[in-house]
C-alpha cells in the first residue's frame, strides 16, 4: 500500500512540475496570439523532456504543432498542455490530429477550451484512438491564467488591467522629476506590457509625457502592444515622439470631434481613426470595450493620469491592477491630476517577488 500510495504521489508531482513547464511556456508569448489563448506544452519520454513549444506570435502554428513537429521520434511520449487541444478544423488542422500522427500515449491538460467548436470534445477523440487522457491538472492555475480568454469568449469583453506609480504619499506627479520611480520599476513595466494585445492611454496623459508606450527591453521590442488613444476632443499634439516611433505597431484613436485635417494628418502617420458620439458614461466605455474585441484585443493594459484610472475603478472596469511604489514622500513636490482617495482604498497585500531596489510592486485584484 504505502509502494502504491508513493507512486501516485510522484506521478502527481510529475504532471505538476511538467504542467508549470508548459505555464512558464505559455507566458512567452502571453498578448500576442490575437484572438487565439496562448497555450504551452511539454513533451515527455521515458521521464525526460524530449520537446516543447508554445504558441506563436499572431496565434498560429498552436503550441502542439510546434512541439511536435519536430523530426524525433514521439511513440509512446507523454504530452502536457495547458490548455484542451483544439480538434476542429479552422485556419489550420486540429492538433488533435498530430498528436493521433506522432504516437502519443498519454495526454494531460489543464482546463477544457473554452471554444465551443473545441470545448469537452478532444477527450472523446483520443480516447477512440486508445490515447489515455486526463484533464484538470492544476486546474486553478488554469482557471486564472486563462481570465481573459474565458472574458473573450463568454462575455465578449476584455481583460483591463492598469499600471500605476505613486509615491509614499500618494502622489501620481512629480512636479520636479519625470518619473516618480525609479530604472528597474520601468523596466518591469515595459515586461508588463509585452503580455497585453493593447496598451490604452488618454491624449492628455501622452500630451503631458510625450511617452512612447512601448518595450524598450533589448530583444523584446517587436513584442510592443498596439496602442489605442482616448481623444475625445482631438487634442494629440503632432510633434508627440509616437509618430515618430519606427516600433511595428498599430495605433488606434478614438475620438468624438470630425475634425477632417487633423484625422487625415492621423491616417498619413497611419493612425487608424474610430469616430464616436459620445466617450464620456459607463455604457459609452462598455461600448468601446466591445470594440476592441472586434479588433482582436482581449488583454488591454491602461497606463493613464488619475482621472481615467478613478473613473475605470469607480465603474469596476479595472479587473487587476499593477501598485509602482517608492518609499519616500514627494510632499510639496508632489501633485495629482484627480483624487488619490480611491487609490488609497485599495489595500496592498499582494507584494510582487521582485528586486526593485526602493521601490515596491503590488498586484491587486479589483474586480
Same mark, same amino acid.
Given at each position: 500500500?504505502?509502494y502504491?500510495?508513493n507512486?501516485? !504521489?510522484?506521478?502527481?508531482?510529475?504532471?505538476? /512540475?511538467?504542467?508549470?513547464?508548459?505555464?512558464?511556456?505559455a507566458?512567452?508569448?502571453?498578448? %500576442?496570439?490575437?484572438e487565439?489563448?496562448?497555450?504551452?506544452?511539454?513533451?515527455?519520454?521515458?521521464?525526460?523532456i524530449?520537446?516543447s513549444?508554445y504558441?506563436?506570435i499572431?496565434? !498560429?502554428?498552436?503550441?502542439?504543432?510546434?512541439?511536435?513537429?519536430?523530426?524525433?521520434?514521439?511513440?509512446?511520449?507523454?504530452i502536457?498542455?495547458?490548455?484542451?487541444?483544439? %480538434?476542429? +478544423?479552422g485556419?489550420?488542422p486540429?492538433?488533435?490530429?498530430?498528436?493521433?500522427?506522432?504516437?502519443?500515449? *498519454?495526454?494531460?491538460?489543464s482546463?477544457?477550451?473554452?471554444?465551443?467548436?473545441?470545448?469537452?470534445?478532444?477527450?472523446?477523440?483520443?480516447?477512440?484512438?486508445?490515447?489515455?487522457?486526463?484533464?484538470?491538472?492544476?486546474?486553478?492555475k488554469?482557471?486564472?491564467? +486563462?481570465?481573459?480568454?474565458?472574458?473573450?469568449?463568454?462575455?465578449?469583453?476584455?481583460?483591463i488591467?492598469?499600471?500605476?506609480?505613486?509615491?509614499?504619499?500618494f502622489?501620481?506627479?512629480?512636479?520636479?522629476?519625470?518619473?516618480?520611480?525609479?530604472?528597474?520599476?520601468r523596466?518591469? %513595466?515595459?515586461? #508588463? !506590457?509585452?503580455k497585453?494585445?493593447?496598451?490604452?492611454?488618454?491624449?492628455?496623459?501622452?500630451?503631458?509625457?510625450?511617452? #512612447?508606450?512601448?518595450?524598450?527591453?533589448?530583444? #523584446?521590442t517587436?513584442?510592443?502592444?498596439?496602442?489605442?488613444? #482616448?481623444?475625445?476632443?482631438?487634442?494629440?499634439?503632432? %510633434?508627440l515622439?509616437?509618430?515618430?516611433?519606427?516600433?511595428?505597431?498599430?495605433?488606434?484613436? +478614438?475620438?468624438?470631434?470630425?475634425?477632417?485635417? *487633423?484625422?487625415?494628418?492621423?491616417?498619413? *502617420?497611419?493612425?487608424?481613426?474610430?469616430?464616436?458620439?459620445?466617450?464620456?458614461?459607463?455604457d459609452d @466605455?462598455?461600448?468601446?470595450?466591445?470594440?476592441?474585441?472586434?479588433?482582436?484585443?482581449?488583454?488591454? @493594459?491602461? /497606463?493613464s493620469?488619475?482621472?481615467?484610472?478613478?473613473?475605470?475603478?469607480?465603474?469596476?472596469?479595472?479587473?487587476?491592477?499593477?501598485i509602482?511604489?517608492?518609499? +519616500?514622500?514627494?510632499?510639496?513636490?508632489?501633485?495629482n491630476?484627480?483624487?488619490? *482617495?480611491?487609490?488609497?482604498?485599495?489595500?496592498? !497585500?499582494?507584494?510582487?517577488?521582485? @528586486?526593485?531596489d526602493?521601490?515596491?510592486?503590488?498586484?491587486?485584484?479589483?474586480n
Amino acid at each position: 500500500m504505502n509502494y502504491m500510495a508513493n507512486q501516485k !504521489r510522484n506521478n502527481k508531482k510529475k504532471h505538476l /512540475e511538467n504542467l508549470d513547464l508548459a505555464f512558464e511556456l505559455a507566458k512567452i508569448n502571453l498578448g %500576442s496570439t490575437k484572438e487565439n489563448p496562448s497555450v504551452g506544452c511539454v513533451v515527455e519520454k521515458n521521464g525526460s523532456i524530449i520537446s516543447s513549444g508554445y504558441t506563436s506570435i499572431n496565434g !498560429r502554428p498552436h503550441a502542439e504543432y510546434n512541439a511536435l513537429k519536430k523530426k524525433i521520434n514521439f511513440q509512446n511520449s507523454n504530452i502536457y498542455i495547458t490548455l484542451e487541444p483544439c %480538434s476542429h +478544423y479552422g485556419k489550420t488542422p486540429p492538433c488533435t490530429n498530430i498528436i493521433k500522427k506522432k504516437g502519443i500515449k *498519454k495526454v494531460y491538460y489543464s482546463i477544457d477550451d473554452y471554444d465551443e467548436r473545441s470545448k469537452k470534445k478532444s477527450k472523446n477523440i483520443l480516447i477512440k484512438r486508445k490515447i489515455i487522457t486526463d484533464k484538470f491538472i492544476h486546474k486553478k492555475k488554469g482557471l486564472k491564467f +486563462y481570465e481573459s480568454y474565458y472574458r473573450f469568449k463568454k462575455n465578449k469583453l476584455p481583460i483591463i488591467d492598469a499600471k500605476i506609480a505613486i509615491s509614499k504619499d500618494f502622489y501620481t506627479k512629480n512636479r520636479k522629476k519625470k518619473w516618480i520611480t525609479n530604472k528597474r520599476s520601468r523596466k518591469l %513595466s515595459h515586461l #508588463l !506590457r509585452t503580455k497585453y494585445n493593447a496598451l490604452l492611454s488618454s491624449s492628455k496623459s501622452i500630451n503631458d509625457d510625450d511617452s #512612447l508606450l512601448n518595450c524598450r527591453i533589448s530583444g #523584446l521590442t517587436h513584442k510592443s502592444p498596439d496602442l489605442i488613444i #482616448l481623444d475625445r476632443n482631438l487634442i494629440i499634439k503632432k %510633434s508627440l515622439k509616437i509618430f515618430k516611433d519606427k516600433t511595428k505597431r498599430r495605433i488606434y484613436l +478614438y475620438t468624438t470631434k470630425d475634425n477632417k485635417s *487633423k484625422i487625415n494628418w492621423l491616417r498619413k *502617420k497611419k493612425v487608424k481613426v474610430l469616430l464616436m458620439k459620445r466617450i464620456d458614461t459607463k455604457d459609452d @466605455f462598455s461600448n468601446l470595450f466591445k470594440s476592441f474585441i472586434n479588433l482582436g484585443f482581449s488583454r488591454i @493594459f491602461v /497606463e493613464s493620469g488619475l482621472t481615467l484610472i478613478n473613473f475605470f475603478i469607480k465603474n469596476d472596469f479595472i479587473n487587476n491592477i499593477y501598485i509602482f511604489k517608492t518609499n +519616500y514622500n514627494l510632499d510639496k513636490n508632489g501633485s495629482n491630476n484627480s483624487s488619490n *482617495k480611491m487609490l488609497k482604498k485599495i489595500k496592498l !497585500r499582494n507584494k510582487l517577488n521582485v @528586486f526593485l531596489d526602493n521601490d515596491n510592486a503590488y498586484l491587486e485584484r479589483l474586480n
